[in-house]
C-alpha cells in the first residue's frame, strides 16, 4: 500500500500572504491533483498533473499556482490569501493518466486572518 | 457550470430500507462513473465505479445503475445500515490521458436506527 501526506495539516495565514501547501505520495502514481473542499460545494480542482513538470488548470486555478517538482510532490500556492480562502484543500493521486480511481490524503484546513 | 450535480442534499433511510442517491452529469462524453463516501474530518475513500459499457454494477450491497441517454447515474445500498452514515460524493469522469474527476457537491446520509 501507499500514503498521501500533505502538510501542514493547519495552516493559517494572514489576508495577502502567499502561503504554499505541499502534497507527497509513495504510491509511484503518475497524476496527482488539489481539489479545494468547501461546505455545500463538494469538491473543485484547482489543479492536476499528470507527470513530473506537468500542470493542467482545473476550474479553479485563479489566485492559485502550483509545482510538480517530481513525481512523488505535488504543491500548491495561494499566491494572496483572502478572507474566503477559508477551507480545506485535499491534494489525490491517481495510478493511471486517465480519470481512475482517486486516493486522498487527510487535507490541509486553511484559515484567513 | 457545474458538470455534476446531487440534487438532493440529504436523505434519511431507516435501518434495513434502501438507500437511492442520485448524481446527473452534463457532458456526454463522460465514460466513468464512480461513488465516494466521506466520513466526517475524514477524505473521500471510493466506493464503487463503472464504466459506460455496463448499465449496472452490483458490489455486495451496494448497486450503481447508469442511465447513459438521461445522463444519470444512481447508488442503491440495500439493507442500510448506521453506519452507512456519512457524505456520498458522485463522480465522473472522461477517459483518456490528462483527464479528471468532476465531482458532485454530495449528499448526506443519515441511517436511522
Known amino acids: 500500500g501507499g500514503i498521501i501526506t500533505q502538510t501542514p495539516k493547519f495552516l493559517i495565514g494572514q489576508e495577502g500572504q502567499k502561503l504554499t501547501l505541499k502534497c507527497q505520495q509513495n504510491f509511484n502514481h503518475d497524476t496527482m491533483y488539489w481539489y479545494r473542499q468547501d461546505s455545500g460545494k463538494g469538491l473543485r480542482l484547482i489543479y492536476y498533473?499528470?507527470?513530473?513538470?506537468?500542470?493542467q488548470k482545473g476550474d479553479l486555478s485563479e489566485g492559485y499556482d502550483a509545482s510538480r517538482e517530481k513525481k512523488s510532490s505535488f504543491s500548491l500556492t495561494v499566491t494572496s490569501a483572502q478572507k474566503n480562502e477559508m477551507a480545506v484543500f485535499l491534494c489525490?493521486?491517481?495510478?493511471?493518466?486517465?480519470?481512475?480511481?482517486?486516493?486522498f490524503g487527510s487535507g490541509t484546513r486553511l484559515t484567513v486572518l | 457550470g457545474q458538470q455534476v450535480k446531487q440534487s438532493s442534499p440529504s436523505l434519511t433511510v431507516q435501518e434495513g430500507g434502501i438507500s437511492i442517491l442520485n448524481c446527473d452529469y452534463e457532458n456526454d462524453m463522460f465514460d466513468y462513473f464512480a461513488w465516494y463516501k466521506k466520513y466526517p474530518d475524514n477524505s473521500p475513500t471510493l466506493l464503487i465505479s463503472?464504466?459506460?459499457?455496463?448499465d449496472k454494477r452490483e458490489d455486495g450491497r451496494l448497486t450503481v445503475f447508469l442511465n447513459k441517454s438521461g445522463k444519470h447515474f444512481s447508488l442503491h445500498i440495500t439493507a442500510s445500515q448506521p453506519e452507512d452514515t456519512a457524505v456520498y460524493l458522485c463522480?465522473?469522469?472522461?477517459?483518456?490521458?490528462?483527464?479528471?474527476?468532476?465531482f458532485g457537491k454530495g449528499a448526506k446520509l443519515t441511517v436511522s436506527p
Open positions: 489525490a493521486s491517481s495510478r493511471q493518466r486517465s480519470a481512475e480511481t482517486l486516493y
Open positions: 463522480a465522473a469522469g472522461e477517459q483518456g490521458t490528462g483527464s479528471k474527476l468532476s
Open positions: 463503472v464504466r459506460s459499457n455496463v
Open positions: 498533473s499528470i507527470t513530473e513538470n506537468d500542470l
